[in-house]
T-cell receptor
Framework: SQQGEEDPQALSIQEGENATMNCSYK?????LQWYRQNSGRGLVHLIL?????REKHSGRLRVTLDTSKKSSSLLITASRAADTASYFC???????????FGAGTTVTVRA | NAGVTQTPKFRVLKTGQSMTLLCAQD?????MYWYRQDPGMGLRLIHY???????AKGEVPDGYNVSRLKKQNFLLGLESAAPSQTSVYFC????????????FGPGTRLTVL
């Protein structure tokens, strides 16, 4: 079963706008990761945030983690056409041996 | 560095046929993984390896076998393909623990008729 679930399933925004997607999970985690997948390609790692961290930044990406609510958000600022992709959260549960991937959020950036 | 590569990129099989998917990584990573990706679902772990000569079952191992004879290669075998194995298969590797950052290959799209 999926540990992490992204919301919304799909998102369409205008170039230059911000995109926010959320990930909720069920059990305690060691870390949470966000990956991007362009159409027909493999997943690319974006950010890893550990359970004792609340926020991380990488370029135009900002990730927050709220362990009390068991949720994370990924914010992409000033979106570009190249940000069109599916975004997946992956959780590393404390009592499991593997990463659990959500079904992803599909982001479309319109020119 | 090529990173993680997979061959073939596409394959069509008939039910009952067998095939092997090859994954290679040039990053000297200890851990390697095989996932499948189906529409509307997250990636599901099929098998993984924590080092040369080791393999372990993941979440959905039935119908698949794996081997890791060399550190840089991880093979996924389907002995008797079934339509339910139609999927996109991804190989990944990581330097350390299974829950650290993983590096993915470009995928193999497999159709079983």
């Amino acid at each position: 079963s999926q540990q992490g679930e992204e919301d919304p399933q799909a998102l369409s925004i205008q170039e230059g706008e911000n995109a926010t997607m959320n990930c909720s999970y069920k059990t305690s985690i060691n870390n949470l990761q966000w990956y991007r997948q362009n159409s027909g390609r493999g997943l690319v790692h974006l950010i890893l945030i550990r359970s004792n961290e609340r926020e991380k930044h990488s370029g135009r990406l900002r990730v927050t983690l709220d362990t009390s609510k068991k949720s994370s958000s990924l914010l992409i600022t000033a979106s570009r056409a190249a940000d069109t992709a599916s975004y997946f959260c992956a959780t590393a549960p404390q009592n499991d041996y593997k990463l659990s991937f959500g079904a992803g959020t599909t982001v479309t950036v319109r020119a | 560095n090529a990173g993680v590569t997979q061959t073939p990129k596409f394959r069509v099989l008939k039910t009952g046929q067998s095939m092997t998917l090859l994954c290679a990584q040039d990053m000297n990573h200890e851990y390697m993984y095989w996932y499948r990706q189906d529409p509307g679902m997250g990636l599901r772990l099929i098998h993984y390896s924590v080092g040369e000569g080791t393999t372990a079952k993941g979440e959905v191992p039935d119908g698949y076998n794996v081997s890791r004879l060399k550190k840089q290669n991880f093979l996924l075998g389907l002995e008797s393909a079934a339509p339910s194995q139609t999927s996109v298969y991804f190989c990944a590797s990581s330097p350390g623990r299974i829950t650290d950052t993983q590096y993915f290959g470009p995928g193999t799209r497999l159709t079983v008729l």
